[in-house]
């Protein structure tokens, strides 16, 4: 199925994993999000494109729209959304002896 441009595989009932088309299907970073339809009716967005988190959306068209513009953000040059973050260097533990 496709949502503005972007590839959904149903992956269960209710549940779309989002994907960048111009990747390869076999590409761990072509997946962009988790949408899941909850109980209550709701839709909640798991982010893997742009910052890490969840949201959750009243309707499917909400969340679609909210998808498209993440991904849109994460193309444009310059955007804080276009790369993933630096990883943190970390220090080894002070040494108690």
Known sequence: MQHAGLRWDEIADGAWRVCDPARSAS???AVIAYVERGEDGAFEVV???GTAGTQTFASLD???RAV?????ASRRDGSPLST???PIAHRPPLSTT
């Open 47 to 49: 982010w893997l494109c």
């Open 27 to 29: 590409d761990a970073e």
């Open 68 to 72: 498209a513009a993440r991904y849109a």
């Open 62 to 64: 909400d969340a679609e």
């Open 84 to 86: 993933k973050p630096v």
